[in-house]
Every structure is written in C-alpha cells, then in structure tokens.
Nanobody
C-alpha cells in the first residue's frame, strides 16, 4: 500500500514558476516509477511527466523544456518544477506511483490532487 500527498499548488501569473511536491509513504520500496498527471475542466486526464526507478524521465510534448520532474529517494518525495507557466497549464495535478509486474500489468496509487491556476 502506498499513500501519496501532493502540495505546492496555487495561483500564479503567466510566465511564473511553481514547484509541486508529492510525499510518499507505505510500501515505497515496491514503486517502479512515479509521475505527474493533470486534468483540466472538461478535458481528459493526461500524463505530464514520469521518472523511473533507474532515473530515466519522459515528458509530454506540451511541457517539454518548461517542466522538470525529479525524485528524492532519501526523503521519498517527488517534485515537479514548473517554469514559464501558461494559462493552458491550469489543472488539478495528481501524483502517481506505479508498480509494474510485467508488460501491461501494473497497479497505480494516486494522491488527492493539488490545484494549479495560471492567470493571463
């Protein structure tokens, strides 16, 4: 069992920066990868960025070059540094922890979400 708690969301102006944090607890050593998802009103949930246990990262095209995902394994905390924010980044951001057993077989844990609002 993995518990995730997000923090760091808020209201910022376009062009500003924000850093999100996700504190993980429970069976943390069973996690293979962690990531950030977001969902804007009226839109589908989308993957923003992920980092695997080996350190490799992947980003959505829309945030590549602006966002940076990182993981502190000592403090069991996931971060998302968001720079050059745009109004279209406005969404609820969710932390995700994935346990991978085989290809296509996995379980996900989710945080409660944190609101990010970017004004124009």
């Amino acid at each position: 069992q993995v518990q995730l708690v997000e923090s760091g969301g808020g209201l910022v102006q376009a062009g500003g920066s924000l850093r999100l944090s996700c504190a993980a607890s429970g069976s943390i050593f069973s996690i293979n990868a962690m990531g950030w998802y977001r969902q804007a009103p009226g839109k589908q949930r989308e993957l923003v960025a992920v980092v695997a246990s080996g350190g490799t990262t992947n980003y959505a095209v829309s945030v590549k070059g602006r966002f940076t995902i990182s993981r502190d394994n000592v403090k069991n905390t996931l971060f998302l540094q968001m720079n050059s924010l745009k109004p279209e980044d406005t969404a609820v951001y969710y932390c995700n922890a994935r346990r991978i057993y085989t290809a296509g077989v996995y379980t996900d844990s989710w945080g409660q979400g944190t609101q990010v609002t970017v004004s124009s």
